[in-house]
């Protein structure tokens, strides 16, 4: 039977981790199905999805022993069975700039969470804004809005706090 895992990793950044990462999951006999990795205040950050058979999971967990050794902090948690998405509504972006303060991320969840609105990925990100050096916050966001929820009225509910946040905001349906 074919197992799931999600993979997670970090550590001090340098040259050829992904690469020690992967060889581990082939070395195991896995697969590396998704992955989500990247450098997060000087660190090298990290999921996978990996799919093997269950009788390599005792090999998989010795090939990650070996990565802490190299100085990487790796935790693994069973997924399940192999993805299945059960999208009923429509998939949406959000991007969201606008001077940086604290509790944006808060707010904007909040009332997606309030909408039944699921958050299926999200980025962020600080850099100074290049005219005035000030600090601008960056966010986009893949949603998974149910059928039920009316995009106007998300959009609507976003927009209220969009001012009180002085962020802009541009919600669009994937295509």
């Known amino acids: 039977m074919q197992i799931s895992l999600i ?3 970090i550590g001090s950044d340098r040259p050829g981790l992904v690469e020690q990462l992967s060889a581990a999951v082939t070395e195991a006999g896995g697969n590396w199905e998704g ?3 990247g450098r997060l205040g000087g ?3 990290g999921m996978v999805q990996v799919v093997l058979p269950e009788a390599q999971l005792p090999a998989l967990k010795n090939q990650l022993a070996t990565l802490e050794e190299a ?3 790796v935790t693994s948690v069973y997924s399940g069975e192999q993805d299945t998405e ?3 509504g429509t998939t949406i972006m959000l991007e969201v700039v606008g001077q940086d303060r604290s509790g944006i991320v808060s707010t904007i969840s909040k009332v997606l969470a309030d909408q039944g609105v699921n958050v299926i990925e999200l980025a962020t990100d600080c850099r100074n804004a290049p005219m005035s050096g000030e600090r601008l916050f960056h966010t986009t966001a893949k949603l998974d809005m149910p059928a039920f929820v009316d995009l ?3 959009r609507h509910s976003i927009e209220e706090i969009a001012t009180d946040l002085m962020v802009e905001l541009d ?3 994937e295509s």
């Open 35 to 37: 992955s989500r990795l």
């Open 86 to 88: 059960t999208n009923d």
């Open 171 to 173: 919600l669009k349906t």
């Open 43 to 45: 660190q090298f950050t």
């Open 7 to 9: 993979v997670s990793v």
């Open 71 to 73: 100085g990487l902090k």
């Open 152 to 154: 106007s009225d998300l």
